[in-house]
């Protein structure tokens, strides 16, 4: 489950990963990118791998079965979370912590049961009150909303808008939409927010169901003066811990980090996911080099990139799947990766793969030249390996 979105961090998108495992989880940094054209031929195959292709299709066939298993609950349960308490809001979790979408989340904050006015260039603050069936409301720096569930649970949602509860408040900033630069928006630069359930009003046996912890810096915009882009940000780190009401844990980003400069795209992460009784844990440390690309509003408009490498590493508790990946060669027309002396480890034995990962007779399955070496000198081209134990449904 390819988990891993440096440009939009969306939890929706970053679920519904189905197939190709075996080089998503490396080829999203190029995926945003905008490669050289510097060519290159496939590496041959490498030596000293120590795994059978049948060890690489028992693992890579139950890791996908439960991706999917995790994928298909996480993105009902993650859909209806609110809904399911009976929030006197609309909000799609995973849009609000995504962009752009978030902020016509932060709308959706306020139209349902009259629990504020419209929203326009400004966050909502406020506190809202409504345990008793109408929301009574008063002034208020945050944004907080208390409700009853359909359980008669308490519910609490806070949303600290400039991160001042954590002691270190980090001023909101004005920006506009990449497709829209007449839009003005009140945007945080750091969200800190929670969500708890009681028994009652005084806090009875209170649990915390959600954490967020977001900190962000957008571009200067160069199409508004004294404003910000918000699309891709220049850096951002998420932590993220998401329970059902039973106290059981639904996704836990420990960590998610993103940073453009002028010359790299980095991505770091460690996060949990769990669902219908199955688990995923995946972390990763990835960096591409290059010469990073702005559009006409100052906005992130891809990379150039030179070089590709780092560490990814997930597991769904029976099998784990570990890359060390090298990529120095980049084509465009069609655009694809070329692998130098790259690993897959796969519980505890190595696979090694070069090559590049072009769909040579569009076919839809990536890395046509791309080879899987295997222990006893054993090779599969990386499109074939898909074909045989992942194919397209």
């Known amino acids: 489950m390819a988990l891993l979105f440096p440009v939009r961090f969306e939890l929706r998108k970053a679920l519904m990963v189905k197939q190709r495992w075996s080089l998503l989880l490396v080829l999203v940094l190029a995926a945003c990118s905008k490669p050289t054209s510097m060519g290159g031929d496939p590496n041959p195959p490498l030596g000293g791998a120590t795994a059978s292709e049948a060890d690489l299709k028992t693992a890579t066939q139950s890791y996908d079965a439960s991706a999917s298993t995790v994928r298909d609950g996480s993105n009902g349960e993650i859909a209806s979370y609110f809904s399911t308490l009976q929030a006197p809001f609309t909000l799609r979790l995973a849009d609000f912590l995504g962009l752009p979408d978030f902020f016509s989340q932060v709308g959706g904050l306020l139209g349902a049961q009259g629990v504020a006015a419209q929203v326009s260039a400004t966050l909502p603050r406020g506190?809202?009150?409504?345990?008793?069936?109408?929301?009574?409301?008063?002034?208020g720096d945050d944004y907080d909303v208390k409700w009853k569930t359909p359980g008669g649970k308490y519910a609490e949602l806070y949303l600290d808008w400039n991160g001042s509860s954590s002691g270190v408040a980090s001023a909101t900033v004005t920006g506009h939409l990449l497709q829209d630069p007449s839009s003005t928006l009140e945007v945080p630069t750091k969200l800190?927010?929670?969500?708890t359930l009681a028994d009652d009003a005084s806090g009875k046996n209170l649990q915390t169901l959600m954490t967020l912890?977001?900190?962000v810096s957008y571009?200067?915009?160069?199409c508004v003066s004294n404003s910000y882009v918000i699309d891709v940000p220049d850096s951002q780190r998420l932590v993220v811990s998401l329970k059902r009401a039973d106290g059981s844990t639904l996704l836990n980003v420990r960590n998610f980090e993103t940073t453009v400069t002028s010359n790299t795209l980095t991505t770091k992460g460690d996060l949990t996911a769990n669902s219908a009784g199955k688990t995923i844990n995946a972390k990763w440390d990835l960096s591409t080099n290059g010469t990073v690309l702005r559009g006409r509003c100052g906005e992130y408009g891809g990379i150039i990139?030179?070089?590709?490498?780092?560490t990814v590493s997930t597991?769904?508790?029976s099998h784990t799947l570990a890359f060390a990946v090298v990529a120095n060669k980049f084509t465009t027309n069609p655009s694809s990766i070329v692998f130098a002396d790259s690993t897959l480890t796969v519980d505890g034995q190595t696979v090694k793969f070069s090559g590049s990962t072009e769909d040579t007779?569009?076919?839809?399955?990536?890395g046509d030249n791309l080879t899987l070496s295997f222990a006893g000198g054993q090779t599969l081209k990386l499109a074939e390996y898909l074909k045989k134990?992942?194919?397209k449904k």
């Open 219 to 222: 571009p200067k915009s160069s």
């Open 127 to 139: 506190n809202w009150d409504c345990t008793s069936g109408a929301c009574l409301q008063s002034a």
């Open 315 to 317: 597991d769904n508790g």
């Open 361 to 366: 007779n569009k076919d839809g399955y990536i």
């Open 192 to 195: 800190i927010g929670k969500l």
């Open 305 to 310: 990139a030179s070089n590709l490498s780092g």
């Open 389 to 391: 134990y992942h194919p």
């Open 213 to 215: 912890n977001r900190n």
